[in-house]
């Protein structure tokens, strides 16, 4: 079939329809005004909603008395999701650049990176600015101390990959 909402255009109605910016919407009274073409911008999906109907309410013989009157009716459900993965996704494509990700203090695996020069694992100055860092009026939050057996450069370069807040 197809649809005519007296804007001298014809569509066909269809589930999806490929569109380009600038096209205009015309498969609702909503959305038929010439004069607001469509844009197209990006989105992130970070959860997603179902809607259940009554296919296990159902199986379950669930019901529920209603506000007119008491009589029992099976329930309508459905259900909704937030992905890990795809928080995490976001975060990371939202807060990058092109040597990678630069994350957020609030959900950084680790706030501060302490990359030390020296490898005396008993070196007092490493101690003194673990225990500033760390303490009451130091930085919230978990510190990575890289004490690899490599250069400064490696450490470094590989502290600013991971994107740490602070380093």
Known sequence: PTLDQGLGIKVEKRLFTEVEEGDFCVMSKE??????PLSISKGI??????????????????????AE?????????GCYGLGITRILSSIIE????????????????????????SRDE??????????????????PGDVL????????GVKINEAELAGYPFI
């Open 145 to 152: 101390v890289d004490d690899r057996e490599f250069s400064f």
């Open 69 to 77: 009157g008491g009589e029992k009716k099976i329930v309508e459900m």
């Open 122 to 139: 008993n070196d007092p100055l490493l101690a003194e600015i673990l225990g500033e860092i760390s303490g009451d009026n130091g930085m």
């Open 31 to 36: 959305c038929n005004r010439i004069d607001r």
């Open 45 to 66: 999906e970070v959860g997603h909603i179902f809607y259940l109907g009554q296919k296990y309410s159902s199986a379950f013989n669930l019901k529920v008395l209603t």
């Open 94 to 117: 939202q807060h990058h650049d092109d040597r990678g990700i630069i994350w957020p203090s609030s959900v950084a695996p680790f706030r501060v990176a302490v990359l030390p020069i």
